[in-house]
């Protein structure tokens, strides 16, 4: 049986394993856009992939609760601001390249011609610098129309500012309260939104976001703060599919139970048991890659899959085509993220990192 131990986190320890599972909660999210714009929830075998967003909230504050726990209360405020952008942004500025040039130039459609110059430069703006502009109804009026996962960064920001502000100098206690509190919020948009926690991407869903980043990110730095760990023979494996059980769960009558249950307590579980597990040396290098593609891949993917989306309505594929693209789609999204890591996002990161350290 495994055993729960409270003992100290060794300094600056990294969580390979959580890294890995990072990355297949990404590949989730990749598979689930894939098929939602094909079926509706209840024939779509990968149904709750969307709740691998919640999984990320929950490790973000798990993993900002460890990287700055001990030192933030002596750096400045601007410079935890400058180190979160570096780490960030670069991605939000070319997802939304990304997005505005699909969107421009999508062989299959997308109708551009639409939108005036004007509103095309303001949903291009608001998408660099995550301000919520719901304005592109083929999109289903997507907070951020030209790369619409930036609607999970524009909270985890929020969530940043706020640990810097004063999270990080609650007590365990006052810390516990509030993430109870974020709880019963959950319930809440789970029974206001008739069972489901999907909410949260569009302008008439805002708030749901709010209340999902709020629980998740609480709960992550809860375990971090109370040094919950589950040490046990469970590697990154059985681990994965652990997490992966959770985005078949079908759409049911009980969703209004299950999604709850899994954002609640199953996701903070796995964080719990990914931080004590045990990694095999030979998954290691397969976990460190994991965990540096997650974000590329997540920032990167969606402007594909609204070529996809035109493609599929232009053409109507059948189902053996349509795996095969999905199968291929998923590749070559990887090598996009992969190269946009490489050529971009890594010498843009550290280009910023030496400008900072000489100012």
């Known amino acids: 049986m495994p055993q729960t131990t409270t003992e100290t986190l060794k300094p600056k320890q990294h969580f390979e394993i959580l890294d890995g599972l990072r990355g297949v909660a990404a590949l989730a999210i990749v598979f689930f856009h894939f098929m939602e714009i094909v079926y509706p929830p209840k024939e ?31 750096m400045k405020l601007t410079d935890f601001f400058k180190l979160r952008l570096i780490r960030l942004h670069p991605l939000v500025v070319f997802g939304s390249v990304l997005g505005l040039l699909t969107f421009l130039f999508d062989p299959f459609g997308g109708h551009p011609e639409a939108y005036e110059t004007g509103k095309v430069i303001l949903i291009f703006l608001a998408s660099v610098f995550l301000i919520p502009f719901p304005a592109m109804a083929d999109r289903y009026f997507n907070l951020f129309g030209l790369n619409a996962p930036g609607w999970s960064l524009f909270w985890e920001y929020v969530a940043n500012i706020f640990y ?65 760990i589950i040490k046990s023979k469970l590697g990154f494996i059985g681990l994965s599919v652990l997490l992966l059980l959770t985005f078949f769960i079908p759409f049911s009558d009980f969703n209004w ?22 990694l095999k040396p030979v998954f290691r290098k397969l976990c460190i890659f994991f965990g540096k593609i997650s974000y590329p891949l997540y920032m990167t993917h969606y402007a594909a899959m609204w070529i996809f989306a035109n493609y599929y309505t232009k053409y109507k594929p059948e189902t053996g085509q349509l795996a095969l693209i999905m199968f291929i789609g998923t590749l070559l999204l990887l090598g996009v993220a992969y190269l946009t890591m490489i050529f971009y996002d890594i010498p843009i990161r550290k280009y910023l990192t030496d400008r900072r350290k000489k100012i």
């Open 44 to 74: 779509n075998f990968i149904a709750h992939g969307f709740l691998a967003v919640d999984f990320f909230f929950c490790l973000s504050g798990f993993v900002i609760a460890y990287a700055y726990n001990d030192r933030i209360d002596k």
């Open 164 to 228: 810097a502000l004063f999270l990080y100098k609650l007590s365990r206690r006052s810390l516990f309260i509030l993430t109870l509190f974020a709880a019963a919020g959950i319930c809440f948009v789970s029974h206001r939104a008739g069972g489901s926690l999907m909410g949260g991407w569009s302008g008439e869903t805002f708030w749901d976001g709010c209340a999902r980043i709020s629980y998740s990110f609480l709960a992550g730095m809860l375990i971090y703060r109370s040094n919950w």
């Open 257 to 278: 139970q299950t999604e709850p249950f899994v954002v609640l307590l199953y996701f903070p579980l796995l964080i719990v048991l990914g931080a004590g597990a045990t």
